[in-house]
């Protein structure tokens, strides 16, 4: 039991009491994880060759990856690693980046060559079957999003039912899926860190009830999570509840964009297994496999 000591303000006094009841009812989420938004990027190929990297989803509990690479050299090694992956057992979704090279970044939307790029490679594929969809691309000013090379490769993924991962705030959200013939209702949207650029969780639940096909990706999320007194993350209110209200359409990702990224992967899994433990089972195995698993058709 937790006393009241002289000093000890009452918020710290639940603070203590939370975390007592905390460590005493959550179960720990065990099950699989689909790392919907990893890298392999032309810098980490080198310093972690493929064997490495398939060794930290194994160790992590990882069973498949949504694989998206600049330029798309390593989503296709990966690709191609087939028996090393089955050893592994880990499956690999590819998706086709829009950046050959770092310039690529701020200009895409408005380069008519990324879009000829975009419709080579999947023409092509890869060795682990078609490319599922486009994407990560970034969006800096959401005023981008009317960019024409954007346009197009958004009326692209909607006509062949391809998913996208955005980097973007609410607004390009809108001005991405709104010019859709059917207001974006049916397009499949990975929004990659989710509000990353202060967006409140109300807002982030409007655009949930709004688009149907919106999917939340949780990494790098300011204010996802509070910490205990012990060191221990626990979700904090508002996303719990937002969790809760939608189970079926949150995701999460390593997105290892540089390389001390792969190094902390491991940790990076264990972070989200310590919150993932704070929601009940069914919530939790959804948010870290099934509801990835079920955009992709993996078993």
Known sequence: MVKL????????LLGLVWSQVWGQLAQRYDGPIFDAHLHYNVEARDAHPVADVLARMQRSGVRAVLANSRPNDGTLALAAAQSQR????VQVVPF??????????????????????VEGELARGTAAGPFRGIGEFHLYDSAHAEGETA??????????????????DDVAIERLLDPLPDGGRSLRLVWAHTGISGVPVERVRALLRRYPGLVGELSYRPGLTCPLPDGRARLCEAWRALLLAFPQRFV???????????????AQMEEYRQWLSDLPADV??????GNAARLFGIQ
């Open 284 to 289: 939790a195995s959804a948010i870290a496999w």
């Open 86 to 89: 089955e050893a592994a057992g």
């Open 151 to 168: 346009r197009r490769l958004m009326a692209l993924a909607h006509a062949r039912q391809l998913v996208v991962l955005a980097h973007v």
């Open 252 to 266: 999460i990702g390593s997105d290892t964009w540089i390389n001390p990224r792969w190094q902390y992967y491991e």
């Open 96 to 117: 086709v980046r829009l950046y050959r090279n770092r310039d690529d970044y701020g200009s895409w939307f408005a380069d008519p060559s990324i879009y000829t790029m």
């Open 5 to 12: 000591g002289r000093g000890l303000g009452w918020g710290v």
